[in-house]
């Protein structure tokens, strides 16, 4: 029976056969619905296309918490379950670790989007089960951790970033239930400071040499760990000051992790002819030394002039530009590979990765022009334009079998 079960186009009991085909399924999924929410709501409040159930928290808040807590995450997951084993040389997790985190996040999203939509009692439980999926998912990574007995710099780097982010889920969550709004300003910043930009700059610092020397003959690797540890310092630094309202001195921290990331792109940047797989990957981390110069111009104009001028730009050159442009590239490299399909970007990347680029000049030139609202809504509806046929493709790929007869 299962052997005619993987026999047809597409099966859904594929998801449980490695890590990140669920949970790049989940993710990839969240991606649409999360997006294809927050697009009718803003239609619906700029222009009044449609009627809209009013969300029973901040409709910005609602938008702010999915993405970061439930869209990017089971990427996180997803990728971290597959490659915390192989990074110490121990057998790979096993579907009863990972189907329980793809299960909780997932429910996670769709009950949160559904109390978005007016019941305020399915909210509660989409955190409910949001946290028990990234409780599950953190305990088994701590196994593999325990095992090895944490000797692997990367993977206690990425783990702290996940229990920074269980601290500001959890802060969310307080905050649902009557703690002052304190709770979520910090949720929201640990979410973003203490855990997508720790991940993704460890998952770069990690994989990105290695990719490249996997495909250019002769590249020579550079990953100083000295430059993880003053990232980490910087980084937090920077949440420290956002936690205080220290907006004045947020140069102090993003000044030095602009010419820290510019550094490394500088030294990982292939100087021969590469893949298109790797030029993006490249280009995507390029957004990250550019948001930390906006973030430093915004905090020194604030320092001399009292003005907090750029809005939210230097927010959307990280989360749009970096984290989305890496999101298509990096997923598409480990969907590529891991279903033995060359290591390529297909046509639906292109335009993914490329539409990318232009919502995020949109998101950060829009916070400066008339209509900020109108702006809003086209970037959310381009989102959801750019992400459509890449998701589409990407689903279909993780319910087929390899395409090399492999397992996995």
């Known amino acids: 029976m299962n052997t005619m079960a993987y026999s047809l186009p597409f099966s859904p009991r594929l998801l449980a056969a490695a ?38 928290i901040p409709a910005g808040w609602g938008h702010a918490f999915v993405m970061t807590y439930q869209v990017l ?48 009692h399915l909210l509660h439980v ?39 982010g269980l601290v500001g889920l959890m802060l969310f969550a307080g905050w649902l239930h009557g703690a002052e709004a304190r709770w979520v300003f910090a949720s929201f910043k640990l ?19 290695f990719f490249a020397g996997c495909v250019l003959p002769g590249y020579r690797s550079f990953r100083p760990m000295w430059m993880l540890g003053a990232f980490w310092a910087l980084a937090l630094l920077h949440l420290a000051l956002e936690l205080a309202h220290g907006y004045a001195w947020l140069w102090l921290a993003d000044l030095p992790l602009a010419a820290l990331a510019a550094t490394l792109l500088w030294r990982w940047w292939p100087r021969a002819p590469m893949p298109g797989l790797l030029r993006v990957l490249f280009i995507g981390f390029a957004w990250l030394p550019l948001a930390m110069l906006l973030y430093s111009a915004q905090s020194l104009w604030f320092l001399a002039s009292g003005e907090f001028a ?52 949109m998101r950060i030139v ?11 809504a086209l970037a959310a509806a381009g989102w959801l334009l750019a992400f459509a046929p890449w998701v589409l493709r990407s689903l279909g790929i993780y319910l087929s079998p390899r395409t090399d007869g492999k397992a996995g």
């Open 19 to 56: 890590p990140h085909r669920l949970l790049f399924f989940v993710g990839a999924a969240n991606v649409l619905l999360a997006m294809g929410w927050w697009a009718l709501w803003l239609a619906a409040a700029r222009w009044q296309v449609l009627p809209m159930p009013q969300p029973p």
């Open 73 to 120: 995450t089971p990427f996180i997951f997803g990728f971290l379950l597959t490659v915390f084993p192989r990074w110490m040389g121990l057998p790979a997790l096993t579907r009863w670790h990972y189907v329980p985190v793809g299960l909780g996040l997932f429910g996670g999203q769709l009950l949160t989007l559904a109390g978005l939509w007016g019941h305020p």
């Open 191 to 209: 979410g973003m400071l203490g855990l997508l930009l720790p991940i993704y700059f460890t998952v770069c610092h990690r994989m990105l040499p």
């Open 310 to 361: 750029l809005g939210r730009a230097p927010v959307h050159a990280l989360a749009v530009g970096f984290f989305g442009s890496l999101l298509v590239a990096m997923v598409t490299r480990v969907t590529q590979g891991h279903s033995g399909r060359p290591l390529e970007m297909p046509a639906t990347a292109w335009f993914a990765f490329a539409a990318v680029q232009v919502l995020a000049l």
């Open 366 to 376: 829009g916070e400066v022009l008339p209509d900020y609202g109108a702006w809003q």
């Open 126 to 164: 989409g955190v409910v089960f949001t946290l028990a999926g990234w409780v599950a998912g953190m305990c088994f990574l701590f196994g593999v951790l325990w095992r090895e007995n944490g000797r692997t710099w990367h993977a206690l780097s990425a783990f702290a970033a996940l229990g920074l």
